[in-house]
Nanobody, 115 residues
Framework: QVQLVESGGGLVQAGGSLRLSCAASGSIFSIHVMGWYRQPPGKQRELVAVITQGGSTNYADSVKGRFTISSDNAKKTVYLQMNSLKPEDTAVYYC?????????WGQGTLVTVSS
């Protein structure tokens, strides 16, 4: 069984920064991709950023230049540094880890950006 533990969400003013972390543990054979998704209030879940085991990254257009995804493969941990936060970044943020026979989701962490 795989567990993902997220941390780092909270309330921040517009223009501020937060750093999310997600640590994976359990029966993990190999990880191919780690990523962050978010679900704004009343909307569907959407991709924020992903990073491959090799370090390739992909970002949603809405966060390019403001958010940075990184990972520590040895620790099976993925991070999301969020700068210049906007009220429209308010959402529940979920981490995802995918690999061989693996597609796991975190419990979600709430990020609220006040104007």
């Amino acid at each position: 069984q795989v567990q993902l533990v997220e941390s780092g969400g909270g309330l921040v003013q517009a223009g501020g920064s937060l750093r999310l972390s997600c640590a994976a543990s359990g029966s993990i054979f190999s990880i191919h991709v780690m990523g962050w998704y978010r679900q704004p209030p009343g909307k569907q879940r959407e991709l924020v950023a992903v990073i491959t085991q090799g370090g390739s990254t992909n970002y949603a257009d809405s966060v390019k230049g403001r958010f940075t995804i990184s990972s520590d493969n040895a620790k099976k941990t993925v991070y999301l540094q969020m700068n210049s936060l906007k009220p429209e970044d308010t959402a529940v943020y979920y981490c995802n880890v995918a690999g061989h026979l693996l597609d796991a989701w975190g419990q979600g962490t709430l990020v609220t950006v006040s104007s």
